[in-house]
């Protein structure tokens, strides 16, 4: 991987938004190096949060639906058939202030230098943190409504959480399930005042207050969840069918710290597109995209990484003439 020459393109990060600009940029002969990330405790693993994902119905060009570890290795597959370099490892440090980058991996020495980096890192839904939750994700447990909330059609389903995104997301499955209850910690909601009323007159929502999940019940499926009243300590058991954790994501943006501009949530800033506040650093999907957060969009925006780039480096080397 570290040959010694300057790399045109590396890009951190392997889902949708990375692969995309990994075959964007390798079709443009920019023989682009991507950092694909390696399999950790937090569930970072590499093909990113599709990884976890079951059968994908709403991403074009699938008309009988796809699985998303099977459309991460199509598209793996496709960015090395155009010459994209793909390597299991992470990126440790960066040094955004040098011209060419350096960024380490692996043994850490030596780095890889670069003249451009795209950085498709993506975010990590936040989860409970319970041995069940994890080992039923895709079979019941989701994070994303509008990815699975089809295949909840006519059952009974919980959202966990109380603020503007978990109440969106209950709101949108009362299209499908049969019920949705929302299981809240605090005998009052986080959301916004509008999209509380919102909730409060739907018909097929209703709250479980001042509680907590303990447990995700079903062996190879969810059959319901454990809940704990905060005020009594008392379990009690309830059936349900899905259950959809909303209590936020975090940005996969801790590596660029003090070196790009973050917002208020870890979220890159970027303007103009995919361009951050450094010449020749792009960045491109969920971890700086706070509000679609899908594969479509992710893969969007690294296809316009993978433009501005090329483009970058155009300039570079009109400016080199």
């Not at 670069?114 to 039923?136: D, F, K, Q, V, Y």
């Amino acid at each position: 991987m570290r040959t010694g020459h300057v790399r045109e393109v590396v890009i951190l990060g392997s889902g949708p938004a990375g692969l995309t600009a990994a075959i964007y940029a390798a079709r443009a002969d920019l023989n682009p190096l991507v950092l694909e990330g390696e399999p950790s405790s937090t569930g970072d693993q590499p093909g990113g949060q599709l990884m976890l994902t079951t059968e994908i119905e709403n991403f074009p060009g699938f008309a009988q639906g796809t699985m998303g570890p099977q459309l991460m290795a199509d598209m793996r597959t496709q960015a090395e058939r155009f010459g994209a370099d793909l390597a299991v490892e992470k990126a440790t440090r960066v040094d955004l202030s040098t011209s060419p980058i350096s960024i380490w991996a692996g043994d850490d020495e030596p780095p890889v230098r670069a003249r451009t980096l795209i950085i498709a890192t993506g975010a990590r839904s936040l989860m409970l943190g319970l041995p069940n939750e994890a080992r039923l994700i895709g079979h019941g447990v989701s994070t994303c409504a509008t990815c699975d909330g089809f295949f909840f059609r006519d059952k009974p389903i919980a959202v966990v959480g109380g603020g503007d995104s978990a109440i969106e997301e209950a709101l949108f499955l009362t299209k499908f399930a049969s019920s949705v209850k929302i299981i809240h910690r605090r005998k009052e909601l986080r959301a916004s005042k509008i999209m509380q009323e919102r909730a409060f007159r739907n018909e097929k929502i209703d709250f479980i207050w001042d509680s907590t999940v303990t447990d995700v019940l079903g062996t190879d499926h969810v059959e319901g969840v454990t809940i704990k009243d905060a005020l009594t300590g008392h379990e009690r058991d309830v059936e349900l069918e899905g259950l959809f954790v909303a209590i936020g994501h975090a940005p996969n943006s801790a590596l660029f710290e003090g070196q790009l501009e973050l917002d208020a949530n870890g979220y890159l800033l970027t303007y103009g597109g995919t361009k951050t506040a450094v010449p020749g650093v792009f960045a491109c999907g969920d971890v700086q995209d706070h509000e679609y957060r899908q594969a479509i969009t992710a893969a969007g925006s690294g296809c316009m990484a993978a433009i501005d780039a090329e483009k970058y480096l155009a300039a570079l080397q009109h400016q080199l003439r």
